[in-house]
């Protein structure tokens, strides 16, 4: 194992964390830390500035540019909001790498330019836009833009940082299923030998839980996809147990079931299988944030 993170809930409140990150980087191991900030100050900064390393990574959500939105994102209050913003500042003047995702729904999509502008300011090594991910008993699902809305925005970011020149690479973009995008088809076709993003559960990554529980990705932590337990079982032994890991890393295509006709099947692959299963219990569905996979279900369903 080569990278770590330590993230889910809040890491800072543990007493113990600059412990367990001295015992990672004592392993020589990659970190990440995913926090909200709040918890930070000059001490813990200047702790962890003695032990991190110049490719690790402190990684806060910072959801809007001003408190007002970033409180409906995230229900800050003003004293928290102004914190967490400082707290990137000072990690930044420490040298310490600050990498900020913001999750773009329907309250913060307009405000895209504005957060990306706020980072570039701070000085922040790196900005990710990510998506929302549907959840089946909440409100979450009419939450999330229209695919062009979003589109539309994020153009706007990317006309921002040619007007900055680039100031700080922008890792992920807020639209879930590219290729599923009707607007972004035409640009996907153009492009000869297109990557694939490839989802990196049970292929080159796992998530623990606090007890030691094993599963292939941080939506997918039910009994169906529990892998086994590291108190009881050796990562090794756990990463070759073949069933477990079988559906994620022989995924082909998702052409059984939603996406028959995709032109884009054998890259995409169906998009998310944890979101697929989380709203339909099968993780060979297509992701439902897909515009095209709608588009096939309503002409087969
Ligand atoms: S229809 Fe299916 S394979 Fe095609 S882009 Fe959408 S999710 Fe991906």
């Known amino acids: 194992m080569s990278d770590s993170k330590v993230k889910s809930g809040e890491p800072f409140i543990r007493e ?57 994102m995230r229900m800050v209050s003003k004293a928290q909001h102004d914190l967490i913003l400082n707290n990137c500042g000072l990690l930044v003047e420490k040298g310490i790498n600050v990498k900020v995702n913001a999750t773009i729904t329907n309250h913060n999509v307009h405000d895209m330019v504005n957060i990306y502008s706020l980072l570039v300011d701070i000085g922040v090594n790196e900005i990710s836009f990510s998506s929302v991910f549907l959840m089946r008993n909440s409100m979450h699902y009419t939450f999330m833009p229209e695919a062009e809305e979003i589109l539309n925005a994020f153009v706007k970011v990317l006309i921002k940082s040619e007007e900055k020149g680039h100031p700080i690479p922008i890792v992920q973009d807020p639209i879930a299923v590219p290729y599923g995008d009707s607007n972004l088809i035409s640009i996907y076709k153009s492009i000869p030998d297109l990557a694939s993003f490839y989802c990196p559960a049970g292929i080159s990554a796992i998530e623990v839980d606090e007890k030691g529980n094993v599963f292939p990705c941080p939506f997918l932590r039910n009994e169906n996809f529990l892998a086994g337990n590291l108190l009881k079982t050796t990562l090794p032994q756990l990463w070759k147990k073949k069933n477990t890991w079988d559906i994620f890393r022989n995924k082909q295509t998702s052409t059984d079931l939603d996406c028959p006709d995709c032109h884009f099947s054998s890259i995409c692959k169906g998009g998310c299988a944890a979101q697929s299963f989380e709203l339909f219990n099968n993780t060979d569905c297509a992701d439902p944030r897909c515009d095209l996979a709608k588009n096939w279900r309503y002409k087969y369903v």
């Open 16 to 72: 113990d964390l600059l412990d367990i990150v001295r015992y990672i980087k004592k392993k020589r191991m990659f970190l990440g830390i995913h926090t909200n900030a709040t918890l930070l100050n000059t001490k813990i900064i200047k702790e962890l500035k003695a032990v991190l390393s110049e490719v690790d990574v402190i990684q806060v959500s910072i959801d809007g540019s001003t408190y007002e939105i970033n409180r409906k």
